[in-house]
C-alpha cells in the first residue's frame, strides 16, 4: 500500500513556498505521494489561492522521489493544448514523477459560470472525453 497527502490550494496552503516546503517534509517522513486540489477561485474568506501547476513545480524542485499530482484537474475548464505542455514540462522537471487525473470539476458558480465557463455537468462530460483525447496525442 502506498500513502499520499492531499491538500488544497488555498487558504494556509494558498502559497507555493509553503506547498513546496511540506512536499519536501512528506518525502522525508516517508510519504509517497502529494497531491492538491485545482482550484482557480473560492471564496475570499478561504484567503490566497496559488495555481497547482506552480506549486506543483515548486515541490518538484524541493524533492527527489515523491509522487506529485494535482486532484483532480478539472479539464473542461482547461485549455488541453496549454494543460499538455504545463503537464509535459512538470514530469520532465520531477524525472517522470507526475500523476495526472483529471474529472469534470465540481461547483457550478464561483468556479464555472461566474467565469463564462459551463455549469451544465453533461456539456463539461463531452469537453472532458474531447480534452482527453487531445492530450493523449498531444502526449504521444
Excluded: C
Excluded at 506547498?19 to 475570499?44: M, S, T, Y
Amino acid at each position: 500500500m502506498k500513502y499520499g497527502l492531499y491538500l488544497p490550494n488555498f487558504g494556509p496552503f494558498g502559497d507555493a513556498r509553503t506547498l513546496a516546503e511540506l512536499a519536501a517534509q512528506a518525502e522525508l517522513a516517508g510519504w509517497d505521494g502529494f497531491f492538491i486540489w485545482d482550484h482557480v477561485n473560492r471564496k475570499p474568506e478561504y484567503g490566497p489561492v496559488v495555481d497547482p501547476w506552480v506549486a506543483l513545480s515548486a515541490a518538484a524542485m524541493r524533492t527527489e522521489r515523491i509522487k506529485l499530482g494535482a486532484l483532480v484537474t478539472p479539464l473542461p475548464r482547461r485549455r488541453p493544448w496549454v494543460l499538455a505542455r504545463q503537464t509535459a514540462s512538470l514530469d520532465h522537471l520531477s524525472g517522470g514523477r507526475l500523476i495526472f487525473s483529471a474529472g469534470i470539476g465540481s461547483g457550478q458558480d464561483f468556479e464555472w459560470g461566474d467565469f463564462g465557463e459551463e455549469v451544465e455537468a453533461k456539456t463539461r462530460a463531452a469537453k472532458l472525453d474531447e480534452g482527453l483525447q487531445v492530450l493523449a496525442g498531444l502526449w504521444s
